[in-house]
């Protein structure tokens, strides 16, 4: 398998909170998910979350590659809290989380897993690419949005409603993220689908997915088309185009573009 990497941070003077990875048959991308004052829960930071988890899946994924994704993201996660649940608040609503992104191949099938908000585009020989996002949080965050636009922003009551927005993170009938919890590895999309099916795939981060779910730039089958002509790169500077025409805040941009599956 071949993996084209691109990673933007949102700005120069700021760490980018992604993360993205690879091994011959493998390809995994962490969206660290930071809230501020989240500083006073852990000294480590939302990129070292980030990267430590998706160091450690990588790891795993090597090492015990004949479990389950479930199964070595929840060891994953493990590893991580354990690595500093000493010195930080790990169970605290803010300390630092992350969603995630897993393609492996193995068995002459492509298997895939998806926590949170970054997607993941199976490209297929017939041309309906297969996405696999999980939209859980997105679903949630809009059912807040229009109390949050009445209040202002910042007061006591927009910290409430944030505060209500955050308790459904990691429970039942809410939304699920990589934090401190293993179990939260249960709650992840999963499937497979034969490599030979397939002529590609894309794990992006939500500040890439944007230029489809966000701002409609182009549909996934023109996305992948982008990909294989021009590379991610190409996809990350249409979306910090739309980001500035829109006034949008940029967001941290990753993707990892998986071809010649069939070679892993």
Same mark, same amino acid.
């Given at each position: ?13 700021? /760490? &980018? *909170?992604?993360? =993205?990875?690879?091994? #011959? @048959? ?5 969206? %660290? @998910? ?20 998706? !160091? $450690? ?7 015990? !590659?004949?479990?389950?994704? #479930?199964? +070595? ?19 605290? /609503?803010?300390?630092?989380?992350? =969603?995630?992104?897993? +393609? ?6 492509? *298997?895939?897993?998806?926590? %949170? ?10 041309? =309906? ?5 999980? /939209? ?9 949005? #229009? ?7 910042? %007061? ?11 308790? &459904? ?33 894309? +794990?992006?981060? &939500?500040? @890439? ?6 701002? $409609? ?14 590379? #991610? !790169? ?8 739309? *980001?500035?025409?829109? %006034? ?5 941009? =990753? ?10």
């Amino acid at each position: 398998m071949r993996v084209t990497m691109t990673s933007v941070p949102k700005r120069t003077d700021h /760490p &980018n *909170e992604d993360f =993205t990875g690879a091994l #011959p @048959a493998a390809a995994v991308l962490i969206d %660290g @998910a930071g809230i501020p004052g989240s500083e006073s829960t852990c000294r480590h930071g939302v990129a070292w979350y980030a990267a430590r988890l998706g !160091g $450690g899946l990588l790891g795993l994924l090597a090492s015990v !590659g004949d479990r389950g994704l #479930p199964a +070595l993201l929840a060891e994953a996660i493990e590893q991580v809290t354990d690595a500093h649940r000493d010195t930080c608040d790990v169970a605290d /609503p803010i300390s630092p989380s992350a =969603t995630v992104a897993v +393609l492996r191949l193995s068995g002459g099938l492509a *298997e895939y897993l998806v926590l %949170g908000d970054s997607v993941l585009v199976l490209d297929r020989a017939d041309g =309906t690419p297969l996405v696999v996002s999980d /939209p859980r949080e997105v679903i949630i965050s809009r059912s807040y949005e #229009p109390a949050l636009a009445a209040a202002a922003r910042g %007061g006591d009551e927009y910290q409430r409603i944030l505060r209500d927005l955050r308790a &459904n993170r990691n429970q039942p009938g809410g939304f699920w993220l990589a934090k401190d919890d293993p179990g939260a590895a249960d709650e992840a999309i999963t499937g497979s689908c034969p490599i030979a099916e397939l002529t590609g795939a894309v +794990l992006l981060s &939500n500040g @890439a997915s944007r230029i489809e779910d966000r701002f $409609g730039l182009a549909g996934w089958p023109e996305v992948m088309a982008v990909l294989a002509s021009s590379g #991610p !790169g190409e996809i990350i500077r249409r979306v910090r185009q739309a *980001e500035a025409r829109d %006034g949008v805040a940029a967001d941290d941009a =990753t993707i990892a573009y998986c071809t010649d599956l069939g070679a892993a």
